[in-house]
Nanobody, 118 residues
Framework: QVQLVESGGGLVQAGGSLILSCAAS????????MGWYRQAPGKQRELVAV???????NYADSVKGRFTIARNNAKNTVYLQMNSLKPEDTGVYYC????????????WGQGTQVTVSS
């Protein structure tokens, strides 16, 4: 069982910055990939950014150049630095961990609200 605890959401004006944190209850090296997803009201959950075990990263086109995903291995924590925020970035942000060698299972955090005002 993997527990993910998120923090760092809040209200910010357009153009501002926020940093989200996701602390895992297990060693980050046992996790295949960790990512951030978001869900806006009335929309499906979408991938924002992901970092895989070898350190490679991938981003949604809408956040490239503005968001950065990084990890602190010693703290088993993944961060999402969000700059130049836009109102369309508003939503509930969820941390995800994909775990498993032969059968991969997804674990989710509780979600943290990010609201960007115009």
């Amino acid at each position: 069982q993997v527990q993910l605890v998120e923090s760092g959401g809040g209200l910010v004006q357009a153009g501002g910055s926020l940093i989200l944190s996701c602390a895992a209850s297990v060693s980050i090296f046992s996790i295949n990939a960790m990512g951030w997803y978001r869900q806006a009201p009335g929309k499906q959950r979408e991938l924002v950014a992901v970092i895989i075990k070898n350190g490679n990263t991938n981003y949604a086109d809408s956040v490239k150049g503005r968001f950065t995903i990084a990890r602190n291995n010693a703290k088993n924590t993944v961060y999402l630095q969000m700059n130049s925020l836009k109102p369309e970035d508003t939503g509930v942000y969820y941390c995800n961990a994909a775990v498993g060698a032969t059968i991969e299972r997804d674990y989710w955090g509780q979600g943290t609200q990010v609201t960007v005002s115009s």
